[in-house]
């Protein structure tokens, strides 16, 4: 996988919509970010208006209308009074566009005519103040993907990952390649749950490429229901198991701070689970050697 935009998993900036905004754009600062928040909240501000702005070189970021604020500070500039700005501001953030007379008052005052048309075009406006917000917000957790990448990774799993499917996810790149390949080949049929595992699966395989793996899940080493970095790895917790909820996996959790399980049974008995938790923990190798039952036979005595 070959992508220009690293912000899978950065709020904001992790959809494709928006990170296709980030190729076509480049941004360079942290001001240049809130613009483009600004577009991807608005409503007909960035598609089919400062995109196709952007694309002919009209203008650029910093010069395209991205937020609320944008406008009543750019006419003010120009030297329409505060007033007049402040009421175009609020009738094109609304979606009601100019009037006749304020796009006279904004020609008289050299306003360009991509301007006008750029706003006439324009149905909602994002405050500037929420895209600072929202930023700022993103901004830390984007430092935390590229300097701690493996306290990022783990934290994502265990919050957002909702649709961790660990038979699919931990088995190296091979596997979540085909699973994405499986779910693009699914077009409009892809379910929502097909769709919020894309996204998942997307994060995973750029954690592969970065060098970074998955451990096995274990039964003691692995936590209930959060992923932990461990060994310059991350360790799935019990749950990303499809099929083990997280009552069971609290449950095996819980018990096994007693003591080792000294059978299958005892796995059900003490962490009050069933035979279900059991055969999902044989199929990942968690169970591998253990018996049955508590019993022991004559021939294992004698041995």
């Known amino acids: 996988m070959i992508q220009k935009c690293g912000t899978f998993g950065v709020p904001e900036f992790g959809t494709r919509f928006v990170r296709e905004m980030l190729v076509e ?36 970021l910093s010069e395209a209308i991205c937020t ?9 500039e120009k030297g329409l009074p505060a007033q007049n700005s402040f009421k175009i501001m609020e009738s094109v953030r609304k979606g009601k566009g100019l009037n006749e007379d304020q796009e006279s008052l904004m020609r ?13 075009k324009i149905k909602y406006m994002f405050p500037k103040a929420h895209a600072v917000a929202y930023v700022t917000m993103a901004f830390r957790i984007a430092w935390f993907k590229v300097h701690m990448p493996l306290a990022y990774y783990a934290t994502f799993f265990s919050i957002r990952a909702e649709q961790f499917d660990s038979e699919v996810m931990i088995n190296g790149k091979s596997r979540v390649k085909e699973k994405m390949a499986d779910i693009k080949r699914l077009g409009n049929e892809a379910t929502k749950t097909d769709k919020d595992m894309y996204s998942v699966l997307e994060l995973v395989l750029e954690m592969y490429e970065r060098g970074f793996n998955f451990l096995p899940i274990d039964l003691y080493k692995s936590e209930p229901v959060k992923f932990k970095v461990e060994d310059g790895a991350i360790r799935p917790p019990l749950n990303s198991i499809a099929g083990m909820g997280d009552v069971a996996a609290m449950g095996i959790g819980e018990a096994r701070k007693n003591g080792e399980f000294i059978s299958k049974q005892d796995i ?3 962490a009050k689970v069933g035979d279900v938790a059991i055969s999902l923990l044989e199929k ?16 294992d005595t004698l041995m």
């Open 25 to 60: 754009t480049l941004p360079k600062t942290f001001e240049e970010l809130v613009r483009i928040s600004g577009l991807s909240h608005g409503t007909d501000v960035w598609t089919n208006n400062a995109q196709e702005l952007v694309k002919s070189g009209t203008v650029t």
């Open 68 to 76: 609320r604020d944008d406008i009543m500070t750019y006419l003010i």
């Open 108 to 120: 008289e005052h050299d306003v360009p005519e991509w301007y006008i048309d750029s706003c006439k």
């Open 268 to 270: 059900k008995k003490r």
């Open 284 to 299: 990942f190798g968690c169970v591998e050697g253990m018996s049955e039952t508590n019993q022991m036979s004559l021939f």
